[in-house]
């Protein structure tokens, strides 16, 4: 399984590609991992992009709890999969950001991508920086999810 760490601050190309931080393709070079799937993050105003190992763990978590011959189910998974793309690391390590997005997102040339375990976020970075919180509500926040006894 893949963990990726780190937020690391980078700039889009002309041609609207970006190239993957170095710990980021060290990484996918050692599980020999190179295609992506690309989507609208279901909270936030960034991209989700799942290596295909990662992506399908997903999928098969939603489809055991679905039944596509129920309406809500079939509706359900029209719309996660709306606006998905498949996307490929190039020989130089990048990868391109579908048009689509830009006006999703707001992405602008400063992005940031940031590392989420399984997964790797795209942010504008301006964006990034406003989401962040103080101190104080993150403790409440581990605690609200974690409990009393965590040690963060």
């Not at 609208?40 to 992506?55: A, G, Q, V």
């Not at 990868?95 to 992405?107: A, G, N, R, V, W």
């Not at 919180?133 to 040690?151: K, R, S, V």
Request: with cysteine; glycine share 6%; charged share 30%.
């Amino acid at each position: 399984m893949l963990t990726f760490i780190g937020d690391y601050p980078c700039k889009l190309d002309a041609k609207g590609r970006v190239l993957l931080p170095a710990a980021f393709r060290k990484l996918l070079a050692a599980s020999s991992e190179d295609r992506f799937v690309m989507r609208k993050n279901l909270y936030e105003n960034c991209l989700d992009l799942f290596p295909s190992s990662e992506w399908d763990k997903q999928l098969a978590k939603i489809r055991s709890q679905l039944n596509p011959f129920n309406r809500k189910h079939a509706t359900f998974l029209r719309e996660f999969f709306r606006g998905t793309a498949e996307v490929q690391v190039d020989s130089n390590g990048r990868i391109l950001i579908p048009k689509k997005y830009f006006s999703d997102t707001d992405l602008s040339k400063g992005l940031t991508l940031v590392g989420q375990d399984g997964k790797i976020e795209i942010w504008d970075t301006e964006k990034y920086q406003d989401s962040g919180m103080n101190q104080e509500e993150f403790n409440q926040l581990a605690n609200d999810i974690l409990g009393d006894n965590t040690a963060l």
